[in-house]
């Protein structure tokens, strides 16, 4: 059904004239000239064909006809209120819906999360696997993704964009070894795999030489079962937190953004 044409601006500052009975103090209130007032309640006069307001001796005095549609008007003014707390709600909930390669939850993101949980305990995550996952489509807040910068998103690198060479012997491939300006990412893999995690595995089991981001490594560094010191080397990707400007803009994605960043 086709909505009628509202002029929701002029029926705000009816609205307020009404409570004020004072075309002044509704001017104060809504932070403009009492001469921009009455402009608008004449042309919403115009529109409606009634006439709102009668000056008397005592002042303003609204009309039957402003008085017949004011209390439906105040209720509809809640309904909008209502309506922008429930689209606002999102950003103040505790659960964070995140998409994220499997291999880097495992690797680096979940011991994170946990730590941002220790100091938000009302902090939920569902976590959904894959860097290509659709914002809306998954209800997503967050995304990580192994990019070369957040496109038409927006986005923060997680660290600088790293990659560490583990292995010895021909080339273990992965579909997110590409793009570097070096020939060897255009050459054939003596063995494919189809993540970095896989990448990382097949190489300390000694099937070959692969290129793997540091930031996968970083967990393993720390928990001294691997050396990566004095081994990183820049690259043109990284792992990028990106949203929707949206969403980035929303407190609890700015908080669980600040925490993953420093």
């Not at 950003?91 to 499997?102: E, G, K, N």
């Not at 939920?124 to 967050?142: K, M, P, Q, S, Y």
């Not at 000694?206 to 010191?229: F, K, Y």
Request: glycine share 10%; charged share 25%; net charge negative.
């Amino acid at each position: 059904m086709k909505r009628t044409h509202l002029p929701l601006n002029a029926l705000r500052v009816f609205d307020a004239a009404a409570r004020h009975l004072s075309f002044t103090r509704a001017a104060d209130e809504l932070a403009v000239t009492p001469a921009a007032v009455g402009q608008q309640i004449r042309a919403l006069e115009d529109v409606l064909g009634v006439v709102l307001f009668r000056r008397t001796s005592k002042g303003l005095e609204l009309t039957d006809e402003a008085q017949s549609g004011l209390g439906a008007l105040r209720t509809g003014f809640l309904h909008f209120e209502e309506a922008v707390q429930a689209m606002q709600a999102g950003q103040f909930s505790h659960v964070y819906t995140l998409a994220a390669p499997r291999e880097f939850v495992a690797a680096w993101l979940a011991p994170r999360l946990a730590a941002f949980r220790a100091d938000n305990p009302q902090a939920r995550f569902v976590i959904v696997d894959g860097e290509a996952t659709d914002f809306t489509e998954a209800n997503l807040d967050l995304a990580v993704r192994w990019t070369e910068g957040p496109g038409d998103l927006e986005g923060v690198p997680l660290r600088p964009p790293e990659r560490v060479t583990l292995g010895e012997g021909e080339r273990i491939g992965w579909p997110g070894d590409g793009g570097e300006d070096d020939g060897e990412a255009h050459a054939a893999p003596a063995v494919m795999v189809s993540d970095a995690g896989q990448a990382v595995a097949a190489a300390l089991a000694g099937m070959g030489r692969a290129r793997v981001p540091a930031l996968l490594l970083a967990g393993m560094a720390e928990a001294g079962s691997i050396d990566i010191a004095g081994r990183t080397e820049p690259c043109r990707r990284g792992y990028w937190l990106v949203a929707p400007r949206p969403q980035w803009r929303q407190k609890k994605v700015q908080a669980l953004v600040a925490a993953l960043t420093r």
